[in-house]
């Protein structure tokens, strides 16, 4: 796809919002703040930084992009629907039993994603694994990985981080939504992660702190990560859970909520694109 310019990724983000919203509400049920948070991420990730073909989504030089914290679905899904991988209707059957869109990402019914996910933790073991196969086999597409900052406090995860370092996978860049939120409250106080780039930086990773609603700053990060020679990426996006929507911005209670009708109405006035 032709890499989108900033100001252009702005508008997709904010239709991606607007459709986490619409989709929420039709749901009643799935996660708020943390697809919220991520809009950006995945508009910058999808409509400039992939290399990917939404028409032959299984080209076998694509970019690999795997999504570790699968509750985030709702953004994944609005992106997908908007990057053209599935008709936009599809949106309105989020979580309904029979729909392609179920609460976390499955792979058996939506056969453009690399993984299913849910579990968490996960997500970085299989991304890692597909690099050390690509390197092997002189693949010159890069692979992503989409991680959740409480994810990190599953034990699977540093062994995976382990052994990318290791293995100095310099293909293979790994974000990390540090919203300092989780499903009970803020994760300093559940059980701390920092300090997070020493941590990484110990098991030899290139380590690039952003904030992540800035494009230039998600654009720029991957740059630099392109250019590393002989270490694995990671970059800490801080996010704002919630982001657009004021009573949600920030607060650890909309992890896992929908919103009313009125509060999406409400939502969805604030969502409004303005250049
Ligand atoms: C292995 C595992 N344990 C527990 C859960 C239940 N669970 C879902 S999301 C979540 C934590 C949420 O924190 P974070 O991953 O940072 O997501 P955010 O709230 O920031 O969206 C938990 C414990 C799970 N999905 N997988
Ligand atoms: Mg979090």
């Known amino acids: 796809m032709k890499p989108l310019p900033a100001e252009e990724l702005k508008e997709k983000a904010a ?10 509400v039709l749901a009643g049920s799935g996660h708020s703040a943390g697809p919220l948070g991520l809009a950006d991420i995945f508009a910058a990730l999808f ?40 008709p936009m209707s599809y949106l309105k059957t989020l979580r309904r039993l ?23 933790g996960l997500g970085l073991a299989q991304a890692a694994g597909y690099a050390y196969a690509a390197r092997m086999d002189e693949a010159r597409f890069r692979i992503f990985c989409l991680t959740s900052d409480a994810e990190h406090q599953e034990g699977n995860h540093w062994e995976a981080v382990m052994f990318a370092g290791k293995n100095k996978l ?15 409250g803020d994760t300093e106080e559940i059980m701390p992660l920092e300090p997070l780039r020493d941590k990484y930086e110990s098991f030899r990773w290139n380590v690039i702190e952003i904030n992540g609603h800035d494009f230039d700053q998600i654009i720029s990060a991957v740059g630099s990560a392109r250019r590393e020679s002989d270490k694995p990426t990671v970059i800490i996006a801080k996010t704002v859970p919630g982001r657009g929507v004021s009573s949600m911005e920030g607060k650890y209670e909309w992890h896992g909520k929908a919103p009313s009708e009125s509060e999406a109405k409400q939502a969805l006035k604030e969502l409004k694109y303005k250049k």
């Open 15 to 24: 239709e991606i919002r607007q459709e986490i919203i619409k989709m929420l």
């Open 47 to 86: 409509f400039n930084i992939l290399n990917h073909d939404p028409e032959n989504p299984h080209w076998e030089d694509r970019d690999r992009f795997f999504l570790s914290c699968g509750h985030v679905a709702p953004a994944y899904y609005a992106t997908l629907a908007l990057a053209g991988y599935f």
């Open 98 to 120: 029979d729909s392609p869109l179920q609460g976390h990402p499955e792979r058996m019914k939506l056969s453009m994603i690399e993984s299913s996910s849910g579990p968490l």
């Open 170 to 184: 310099n293909n293979l860049t790994s974000f990390i939504d540090r919203n300092n939120i989780q499903i009970s």
